[in-house]
């Protein structure tokens, strides 16, 4: 257990709205990942955390913001959210500093953006 | 870029062999990831091939060839609880990033 806790597990949110998910770990990992899950696509990643204060984006990221202000803590921000967003959303942690092959999960959010 | 491609759904029995492909076109990357999700649930790390060549661990093994761009998850003595997605991964040259593949459902039937 990677000790990484997702909240909240479940959303439902209108359009326009500002929606923040929340990636607890417990173990003060430097990597921390956020990807979205949708039919088809697997597993997209959207912005990834090296350290406090420092992220870069992945390969979905418009629409999106991060921030780290606390090693344990990674949020991920929709400033106005689309249907388009509608996803499982799941935060990763990287136990070993520059590799990022084996990632531990934590167990998703469930966003639905009517 | 990069990209991986996956068969999207694969079949097989109980007690069988099956093998869930993963083709790659990328710049280059360290090596190939193998997770499995079942419904409902996350992604679980099951291998890493950092070399090519084939590394198994119990029932599973997986292979990376990167002259031919492939590699291959292979599951023995299938079990029903073996009904999962499957993706391949790879984190390529100068990222910290881990990029997947679409995914392959397998179903194990009785």
């Known amino acids: 257990d990677a000790g990484i806790t997702q909240s909240p597990r479940h959303k439902v949110t209108e359009t326009g709205t500002p929606v923040t998910l929340r990636c607890h770990q417990t173990e003060n990992h430097r990597y921390m990942y956020w990807y979205r899950q949708d039919p088809g696509h697997g597993l997209r990643l959207i912005h990834y955390s090296y350290g406090v204060k420092d992220t870069d984006k992945g390969e979905v990221s418009d629409g999106y913001s991060v921030s780290r202000s606390k090693t344990e803590d990674f949020l991920l921000t929709l400033e106005s959210a689309t249907s388009s967003q509608t996803s499982v959303y799941f935060c990763?942690?990287?136990?070993?500093?520059?590799?990022?092959?084996?990632?531990?999960f934590g167990s998703g959010t469930q966003l639905s953006v009517l | 870029g990069q990209s991986l491609e996956q068969p999207s759904e694969v079949t097989a029995v109980e007690g069988a062999i099956v093998q869930i492909n993963c083709t790659y076109q990328t710049s280059g990357f360290y090596g190939l990831s193998w997770y499995q999700q079942h419904d409902g649930g996350a992604p679980t790390f099951l291998s890493y091939?950092?070399?090519?060549g084939l590394e198994e661990t119990g029932r599973f093994s997986s292979f990376l060839s990167r002259s031919d761009s492939y590699g291959y998850l292979l599951l023995q003595e299938l079990q029903m609880k073996d009904s999962a997605s499957y993706f391949c991964?790879?984190?390529?040259?100068?990222?910290?990033?881990?990029?997947f593949g679409t995914g392959t459902r397998l179903q194990v039937f009785p």
């Open positions: 991964a790879v984190p390529p040259y100068n990222t910290d990033k881990l990029i």
């Open positions: 091939n950092a070399l090519d």
């Open positions: 990763a942690i990287s136990e070993t500093t520059g590799d990022p092959e084996k990632l531990f």
